[in-house]
T-cell receptor
Framework: AQSVTQLDSQVPVFEEAPVELRCNYS??????LFWYVQYPNQGLQLLLK??????LVKGINGFEAEFNKSQTSFHLRKPSVHISDTAEYFC?????????????FGKGTRLSVIA | DAGVIQSPRHEVTEMGQEVTLRCKPI?????LFWYRQTMMRGLELLIY????????DSGMPEDRFSAKMPNASFSTLKIQPSEPRDSAVYFC?????????????FGEGSWLTVV
């Protein structure tokens, strides 16, 4: 069965500092990987996704993530955060080559950017 | 595209009352998901449909919860009778089945408070 572990429930960081939000997954088959962002009082928006090809994926708002198959990780990074990046970030996984199964989400990491 | 549309956005109801949440998926999407978000349990999948047919309802917490999808453009999630522990944000999401990468698009959520 698939599962997603987000190792940090909260990450405080100062404005303009770099940040890394960690995500590890477990699956016995190949997967697609996603990061979603949820701003306060809003729904989830897709930030980026890894399907195949280059292991470094670039998303919106300057975020990027790197797929590491040997470490079963998909950590999210940004070199310099802004106050507006304050939000909850969710890592998610689904089976490769399946159009029918839903995403499995991690419990989320709350990023707080401090001025 | 209009995105996934949910109603009501906010609802406050008394314990024992019936609650009906509504969802209109993105046009052309044929998979629909209902998720529940709470502080304690994070984001949980309640049920999902493919082509209007319920595929997996194992996440529905109790018989008090029911979901229907009478056609491709409308779904409801009903709680009867409601209890305070049902207070949560309920998200509807949709996806074009078979789309590579299985991106799921979320609505803005229905914020339910049962008092």
């Amino acid at each position: 069965a698939q599962s997603v572990t987000q190792l940090d429930s909260q990450v405080p960081v100062f404005e303009e500092a770099p940040v890394e939000l960690r995500c590890n997954y477990s699956s016995s088959v190949s997967v697609y990987l996603f990061w979603y962002v949820q701003y306060p009082n809003q729904g989830l928006q897709l930030l980026l996704k890894y399907l195949s090809g280059s292991t470094l994926v670039k998303g919106i708002n300057g975020f990027e993530a790197e797929f590491n198959k040997s470490q079963t990780s998909f950590h999210l990074r940004k070199p310099s955060v802004h106050i507006s990046d304050t939000a909850e970030y969710f890592c998610a996984v689904s089976y490769r080559n399946s159009g029918n199964t839903p995403l499995v989400f991690g419990k989320g990491t709350r990023l707080s950017v401090i001025a | 595209d209009a995105g996934v549309i949910q109603s009501p956005r906010h609802e406050v109801t008394e314990m024992g009352q019936e609650v009906t949440l509504r969802c209109k998926p993105i046009s052309g999407h044929n998979s629909l998901f209902w998720y529940r978000q709470t502080m304690m349990r994070g984001l949980e999948l309640l049920i999902y449909f493919n082509n209007n047919v319920p595929i997996d309802d194992s996440g529905m917490p109790e018989d008090r919860f029911s979901a229907k999808m009478p056609n491709a453009s409308f779904s409801t999630l009903k709680i009867q009778p409601s209890e305070p522990r049902d207070s949560a944000v309920y998200f509807c999401a949709s996806r074009r089945q078979g789309e590579t990468g299985n991106t799921i698009y979320f609505g803005e959520g229905s914020w339910l408070t049962v008092v």
